[in-house]
Every structure is written in C-alpha cells, then in structure tokens.
T-cell receptor, first 115, second 113 residues
Framework: EPEVTQTPSHQVTQMGQEVILRCVPI?????FYWYRQILGQKVEFLVS????????KSEIFDDQFSVERPDGSNFTLKIRSTKLEDSAMYFC?????????????FGNGTRLTVT | KNQVEQSPQSLIILEGKNCTLQ??????????LRWYKQDTGRGPVSLTI?????NTKSNGRYTATLDADTKQSSLHITASQLSDSASYIC????????????FGRGTQLTVWP
C-alpha cells in the first residue's frame, strides 16, 4: 500500500539554525499538509497546500515557516531560524481529494530537537 | 471555541476484553468525525470517518458511534489484542474553515497479556 514517507526520522539542530523537513506524499495525491505534535500534547495543524500554493495556515505558521513543492514528488517544510519551542514531532500528510470524507494519510514523522 | 475532548486519558485492559473510548466535541459547524490510531513514534492511521448522517461505522474489531445531537462519539474495541496498544485520537472536521481538523489529546490504551 502506498505511503507517505518523511526524512529524516530525527533531526537535531541548534537554536537559530535553519532546518528543512522532507516529505514524499502518495504519488497521485493533490492535497498536502504539515502538522506538529509537541511531546505529550495534541496534534496541531500548521499548513495545507494545493495547486502549488498555501490554501490555509494556522497561527503557528508564522514568517519563520515556509513550504515548498520543488518538484513533482517532494513537499518540504522549512523553519528559517529554529527556536527551542519548535522541538516537536512534525507530520506530513496527504489526501487524494479535498472535502469532507477524504482520509488523510500521515507519514511517520520527523522528530525535531532544537538545543 | 472549537474543541475536542477525550476520555479517559489512559486505559489498561487485559487481552481479549472489550473497551469503549469517549469523545466530546464543540466544533461547529460540523463536517465529520474521525478516529485515528497512533502507535508510539508513528503517524496516525485512519480507522473510521463518519459524517453527520452516520451514527455507526465499523472497521474490523473497531466500531465507532456518533451522536451529532449531543456531539458525542465513542470507539468500541472488541476482543482486544496486544497490538491494539496505542493512542486513539478523535478528530473532528469543521469549524469556520472547510476541512480544518481539530484533534483530541488521545486516549492511551495499553493491553496486557
């Protein structure tokens, strides 16, 4: 069964550094998402992406964050200058269609640790 | 405020027993309710999706119910197995932005042999 893959599985970085988290969504999917989960807390929406542009973003997704689909397969999340509070599990997700009953397929996440 | 609350926070049961997890939500307008299973260190995996008009849906040993009037849902697991040990997350789609998902904190289920 096709799946969403994320790399790396664990990234350690120093505060102030830039990080890029990578995702390969399911190949025929059109809608892409980033979520994060701080340890012990609930999953939080960051951003959704469709047709090469952001369709929605949350309050968390400030100017330090950006997303890109540089080619037909990769979907990346960049954090320009990491802060300690960016430490979390970041999940990429994709779906084949928008709307009410479309299941989201999640990757296994990248654990980001900012020191 | 759009919120999803789950109970209990954690639950321990013996292998072979049944259990029921609860979810209450205040998300409005409501679009659908989803249950996900999240194994430790993995991404959530969809179990069921229910719309307003559906009040029960099964996926193998998992049966979800929805009461849209009282804004409550439950996930019933039958004949539990060790592999059912995971966090079960209730997710509600809706609110002022179409397709926005609101996540509960999850119920951590542990199945003991």
């Amino acid at each position: 069964e096709p799946e969403v893959t994320q790399t790396p599985s664990h990234q350690v970085t120093q505060m102030g550094q830039e990080v890029i988290l990578r995702c390969v969504p399911i190949s025929n999917h059109l809608y892409f998402y980033w979520y994060r989960q701080i340890l012990g807390q609930k999953v939080e929406f960051l951003v959704s992406f469709y047709n090469n542009e952001i369709s929605e973003k949350s309050e968390i997704f400030d100017d330090q964050f950006s997303v890109e689909r540089p080619d037909g397969s990769n979907f990346t999340l960049k954090i320009r200058s990491t802060k300690l509070e960016d430490s979390a599990m970041y999940f990429c997700a994709s779906s084949g269609r928008q709307g009410e009953n479309s299941p989201l397929h999640f990757g296994n996440g990248t654990r980001l640790t900012v020191t | 405020k759009n919120q999803v609350e789950q109970s209990p926070q954690s639950l321990i049961i013996l292998e072979g027993k049944n259990c029921t997890l609860q979810c209450n939500y205040t998300v409005s307008p409501f679009s659908n309710l989803r249950w996900y299973k999240q194994d430790t260190g993995r991404g959530p995996v969809s179990l069921t999706i229910m719309t307003f008009s559906e009040n029960t849906k099964s996926n193998g040993r998992y049966t979800a119910t929805l009461d849209a009037d009282t804004k409550q849902s439950s996930l019933h697991i039958t004949a539990s197995q060790l592999s059912d040990s995971a966090s079960y997350i209730c997710v509600v789609s809706g609110g002022s932005t179409l397709g926005r998902l609101y996540f509960g904190r999850g119920t951590q289920l542990t199945v003991w042999p």
